[in-house]
């Protein structure tokens, strides 16, 4: 039975989960609400170039979205059943297999074995297991590793979760409180970012106005706070540790006169606890048990619509899950305490929406978390360069060489970063220590040895130990303040603070040299130094005694299963490189046209007809079968329904018109009624197919009620095709073959017809290759595809086809003719050429061109050879 349970727990349901959405992404995004997809298209940091969000970020949120509005918020072992038996939502999908083969762990086989065909038994032993975990409210297990912006994840999830709240307040799916959940104090005041966090970044303009007048931030940092949320009220959203809120058993039995006195209203009898769950809690457990409350905990179960957010999740599974996942021996309280809330909820007519856990690893021990529904590992987040690349330096028989150790880490530290700033801020090298003894009698006196031997002030040294007798409240302040560019503090001398929460992406050394108490805390103070920083992929550097590198190693495999060398070998193998502006600056008129829309009222005849374009076929639904050897011939096929009507009436629909255009109801009425369809029969159709009200009917009553008229006014522009940097340069990273220097012999002659930056860093071959001819041929020729973050003016505007809103792009060459003129130059591979979004920069970048008496030219990748032969889209 043993092997039986490693193979359940190491089902990995979240990848086939992940791999249904994306192959049927376009399908399930037109089953979300309008709002939803604005919401998303607002954050796809690969539709919008302002997107704030990073893809894994963008990706779990996706999959929040999917488990909500597609799947209904339903509990995970439910949606595994569905999935297994091709019912419901997932009526139709194919087997893809996932291989466990070695190297290709998680890779995704089609055509393969399908997922229980090898052992149909094993499908009732997952789901058996799965349902193991089963709580009253769906839990949900994000694993994102460290660095890749929980914090953020979490909020954006929140403030999704309050806008649709507020759009439909009877939807049970939707939260209308939160209660984010902290394991300590540390974890605790990084989880103010919820607070202060800047919404525009994630949050559309047309809803951020609400929701900053309607957001309510409770933070319980204080063992003395009490939670002042108003019962029944909405959009509150609580930020505790757990110690605030948990419940406590009451093993001190009081005396008669302590009970004479007691406040009976603070214990009450526990409703979640049963035999049942004795395995998984690890002690026994009574149903008449008194557990100790607190007014937070009952405050707590007076609001409604109730969404729980635990932050570093591996910390909510009790003393006999813990033994089993290899976590600590102890027991904790917090998954009892989140089921006794559900329970009292319940009780009173309200519920828990939902439990959404945000941890770094899909792994406890060496197993999988059944729950996951979304995991981004830590080699992949160095390989697509969210965090830094790392290096890692052993040391062996180090352990009572402190003052040697030291001396080393500072000189490699010192020559490697010194104090050359990124975004402003200092490099920052991290020392810990075992105990708070090592610390002041070892390591800071080794420390300070090699800063006066080097000629470094010694008040670039900050000590944060926990203890107010050597770490002040300026020294704490300062420890906050480390990411900014007024700190100057470079050497940061710790004790237990390698745990979750301490965020300082400024900080690119690790040092420590003796085996601490807990062998997770050599991973965790590793992984201190990984936080991106810069636009370009840094590098961090970790020093450690070969005793902590074994257990690192260790470490590693259990929690994300790599090794070390997966993770010193990953990341982009580009060199870092330092782009100057050369002078004098380049600047080029434009032209660019401006669009103005204004409307006109028309009188409305009677008999419109709003649905004259209405073809049924674009709506219905229809499963078709076929054999996979004969995808031609059908075996047969029908009309079936996935939607999720809303059923309206003559005032909903009235109503919901009215809110589009912005007329009174009334009007709206009578008009519907006046129409050539008639009420009963829009409404009908409507109720068939809700898509109908805004694909056909909303635009043609806005068109029957109003005529556009647009005014075209071109602006003459000088733009710089480059701007100047803040630090003098910008940082990028390159490959050495597709680097073109200024200052390379190869361009003697030719140098002064091009660069207006020491360096070119190009994509691909045809680019370079692009530019070479370019520079031969041409008077003058500027490269402008590399820096596309807002450091040049010189942009194209166009409207994204799919999307529907504005973006911006930087074409790859601009040339000066002989005459003068200008022309635009774009290279792209042949595989995108016909893609509908290129087609669309094509066609606005022409626009723009014209106008500005420019030519544009966009060249296939296969054609650079012969620029002027080649098809080209004028």
């Known amino acids: 039975m043993a092997k039986r349970q490693q193979a359940q727990i190491d089902f990995p349901f979240y990848i086939y989960l992940q791999q249904f959405y994306r192959e049927n992404r376009k399908s399930v995004r037109k089953e979300f609400d309008r709002v939803t997809n604005k919401f998303l298209d607002f954050n796809d940091p690969e539709g919008s170039p302002t997107a704030f969000l990073r893809r894994p970020q963008f990706e779990a949120l996706e999959v929040y979205i999917f488990l909500k509005e597609f799947l209904d918020n339903e509990n995970l072992h439910l949606i595994f059943e569905k999935w297994y038996q091709r019912t419901g939502r997932f009526e139709g999908r194919v087997d893809i297999g996932v291989s466990q083969k070695k190297g290709k762990v998680g890779s995704l086989e089609l055509f393969g074995p399908s997922e229980f065909s090898e052992d149909p038994a094993r499908y009732k032993e997952v789901f058996e297991y799965i349902k193991l975990f089963n709580q009253i409210y769906p839990n949900y297990i994000f694993a994102l590793t460290m660095g890749l912006g929980k914090t953020v994840l979490m909020a954006t999830s929140i403030f999704y979760e309050f806008i649709l709240a507020n759009k439909y307040p009877k939807d049970l799916r939707y939260c209308h409180n939160a209660l984010v959940f902290a394991p300590d104090k540390t974890v605790l005041y990084s989880l103010k970012e919820i607070e202060t966090f800047d919404k525009s970044k994630v949050v559309p303009p047309e809803y951020l106005n609400w929701l900053e007048t309607h957001l309510k931030f409770h933070f319980l940092d204080e063992s003395g706070d009490s939670l002042n949320a108003i019962d029944k009220t909405k959009y509150n959203i609580v930020i505790s540790n757990t110690q605030k809120i948990i419940l406590k058993r009451q093993h001190k039995s009081k005396n008669a006169s302590a009970l004479l006195f007691s406040d009976m209203s603070s214990k009450y009898k526990a409703l979640s606890l049963n035999k049942d769950l004795e395995d998984l809690y690890g002690f026994e457990i009574d149903s008449e048990v008194d557990l100790a409350t607190n007014q937070r905990f009952a405050k707590l179960t007076r609001l409604e619509q109730l969404g729980i957010y635990v932050d570093e999740a591996h910390h909510v599974f009790g003393n006999q899950l813990a033994a089993d996942f290899g976590l600590k021996k102890t027991s904790t309280s917090l998954r009892l305490t989140i089921n006794e809330l559900a329970e009292n909820l319940k009780k009173v007519g309200n519920r828990v929406v939902g439990c959404y856990n945000y941890t770094g690893t899909p792994y406890v021990g060496s197993r999988l978390l059944p729950e996951v529904v979304y995991a981004f590992g830590l080699r992949d987040a160095i390989e697509n360069k969210y965090l830094k690349r790392v290096n890692l330096s052993s040391f062996s028989n180090i352990k009572d060489e402190t003052r040697a150790f030291i001396g080393q880490v500072v000189r490699e530290f010192w020559n490697k970063y010194g104090e050359k700033r990124t975004e402003g801020m200092l490099p920052k090298v991290a020392f810990f220590a075992s105990t708070i003894e090592e610390l002041t009698q070892e390591v800071r006196p080794a420390v300070e040895a090699a800063l006066i031997e080097l000629g470094i002030p010694v008040s670039k040294i900050l000590v944060n130990v926990g203890d107010n007798s050597i770490t002040s409240q300026d020294d704490i302040r300062d420890f906050r303040n480390l990411d900014s560019a007024g700190s100057n503090k470079q050497f940061i001398l710790l ?380």
């Open 495 to 874: 004790v237990n603070k390698g745990k979750e929460g301490w965020n300082c992406r400024s900080l690119f050394g690790v040092a420590l040299h003796r085996v601490p108490k807990s062998k997770v805390f050599v991973l965790q103070a590793t992984m201190r130094c990984l936080r991106a920083i810069g636009d370009a992929q840094e590098t961090g550097q970790v020093w450690l005694s070969k005793e902590n590198v074994d257990i690192l190693r260790d470490e590693l495999q259990e929690n994300f299963k790599i090794s070390i060398e997966d993770m010193t070998d990953a990341g982009d193998k580009s060199e870092p490189v330092e782009v100057r502006v050369v002078p004098p600056p380049v600047k080029i008129k434009i032209s660019r046209i401006r669009k103005v829309f204004t409307t006109k009222e028309k009188t409305v005849q009677s008999g419109v007809a709003l649905l004259e374009k209405f073809e049924e076929d674009h709506y219905t639904q229809k499963r078709t079968e076929y054999k996979i050897t004969d995808l031609v011939h059908t075996l047969g096929e029908k009309e079936v329904s996935y939607r999720t009507q809303r059923e309206f009436s003559e005032i909903m629909l009235v109503a919901e018109i009215s809110r589009y255009l912005n007329l009174p109801c009334l009007k709206i009425r009578d008009l519907l009624y006046s129409t050539a369809e008639g009420m009963d029969n829009l409404l009908s159709t409507v109720n068939q197919y809700n898509r109908v009200l805004y694909d056909q009917i909303i635009p043609a009553l806005f068109n029957a009620l109003y005529e556009i008229e647009t005014t075209d006014t071109n602006e003459e522009l000088e733009v710089e095709l480059i701007k100047q940097p803040k630090d003098g340069y910008y940082k990028i990273t390159a490959k050495k073959e597709l680097l073109a220097s200024m200052n390379d012999p190869k361009f003697d002659g030719l140098r002064e017809k091009s660069f207006h930056l020491d360096h070119y860093a190009f994509d691909s071959i045809p680019e370079q290759e692009m530019f070479l001819q370019l520079l031969a041929k041409k008077e003058k020729v500027w490269f402008t595809g590399m820096l596309t973050h807002g450091q040049s003016d010189f942009k194209i505007h166009y409207v994204d086809p799919v999307s529907h809103t504005l973006r911006s792009y930087y074409p790859d060459f601009v040339i000066q003719e002989k005459d003068g003129s200008y022309t635009i130059i774009e290279v792209k591979g042949d595989h995108m050429f016909d893609d509908a979004v290129i087609e669309a920069k094509a066609e606005y970048a022409k626009q723009m061109a014209t106008a500005a008496g420019m030519r544009y030219w966009m060249v296939k990748s296969s054609e650079v050879g012969n620029i002027h032969d080649s098809e080209l889209k004028l």
